[in-house]
């Protein structure tokens, strides 16, 4: 953590207040007036009147339910394949790990400073005051109608994937894109309704599919525990023993790779937009970024490790369905 905050000039704090009478559609007529000279109430609708609903689990679960989505299912091959080897993206998965945790570790550090709704968006209109509200209005747009779309969209598209090869319909993947485009649109829907509908019941499952990604995370990285230790006996491959002998060093290579990575990695500053309605946001936000990362990076690399005790790179068939490919081989079809 860094000393002492030093408040924003009175200029700067204007126009954040300004910024949030836009978001709100309201006027500065609309401000309460203070009973006393120098002090305004809250305005009804500010963040200090939101119910405080989020807890250390809850927080957690913001941050893994985030965080933990089709990457870790389905980059480690295309990463092992840029690597050239299991042992390299082994390392790339744990600097990209140590990256991420930094920036969680921030990002805490401005939710405690700014406990208020917005995350990034907020930040910026504090750091760029002038022009008014222009850098946290362009970060806005580009999260609404770009960032987030996008990534919804890739995590979506995945899950029809796997939802077909669960099926036993691997047809469907390969030939019928449409299918996979409709229902990675429904649930898409009805995830949205769901969230515009009730906070409470959206949080209950959030908290139940971030279970649920947890087991089976749990379940792949203690696999690769139990591989590791010989528990379980497996057919020698050679993703290990060839050592770093013939990984790729070129930089396009190294680039693309902890593209994947970084992107499997994100997820953990959405807790930042929700952070006015968190329970004692100084204890508890710090504590939720700090040990969801931890946790998941231990996770993470036992499940790479579990993947390519089992799967040679010469044997994968699909790199997005890669941890499904591992069940079969592990626990046989069903």
């Not at 919804?152 to 090869?165: D, M």
């Not at 100084?282 to 990362?293: D, E, T, V, Y």
């Amino acid at each position: 953590m860094s000393g002492a905050y030093t408040p924003l000039p009175t200029d700067a704090l204007t126009t954040s207040t300004s910024l949030e009478r836009i978001s709100l559609g309201r006027s500065a007529s609309d401000e309460v007036p203070a009973e006393d000279a120098g002090v305004r109430k809250p305005n009804p609708g500010s963040d200090e009147n939101l119910r405080k609903e989020i807890g250390l689990l809850s927080a957690s679960s913001i941050i893994i339910g985030q965080v933990v989505g089709s990457g870790i299912y389905s980059t480690p091959a295309s990463v092992a394949l840029l690597c050239g080897t299991p042992l390299m993206a082994l390392i790339l998965w744990l600097i990209s790990g140590i990256v991420s945790l930094g920036g969680a570790l921030a990002s805490a550090e401005l939710g405690t400073m700014f406990p208020q709704n917005g995350g990034m968006i907020r930040y910026l209109a504090h750091a760029y005051p002038r022009p008014r509200a222009l850098i946290a209005t362009i970060m806005a747009y580009s999260v609404t109608f770009f960032c987030r779309p996008a990534a919804i969209a890739a995590n979506v598209s995945i899950f029809a994937q796997y939802f077909f090869f669960a099926a036993g319909r691997r047809d469907y993947i390969e030939d019928r894109d449409y299918l996979l485009r409709g229902i990675g649109a429904l649930t898409m829907t009805l995830l949205m309704i769901l969230n515009m509908v009730s906070v409470r019941w959206s949080l209950r499952l959030l908290n139940a599919f971030a279970a649920i990604k947890m087991l089976t995370l749990l379940v792949v990285s203690f696999t690769g525990f139990l591989l590791l230790v010989g528990a379980i006996k497996r057919t020698p491959g050679t993703n290990w023993s060839r050592g770093f002998s013939g990984t790729k060093l070129d930089a396009q290579s190294f680039a693309s790779a902890m593209t994947r990575l970084f992107w499997s990695w994100e997820g953990w500053s959405n807790v930042g937009y929700v952070v006015g309605e968190v329970k004692n946001v100084k204890r508890n936000l710090p504590l939720s970024l700090g040990l969801a990362m931890s946790t998941l990076a231990v996770l993470y690399i036992l499940a790479n490790v579990a993947y390519f005790s089992v799967i040679p790179l010469e044997d994968i068939d699909n790199g997005t369905l890669l941890a499904a490919q591992f069940m079969n081989k592990v626990f046989g079809k069903t």
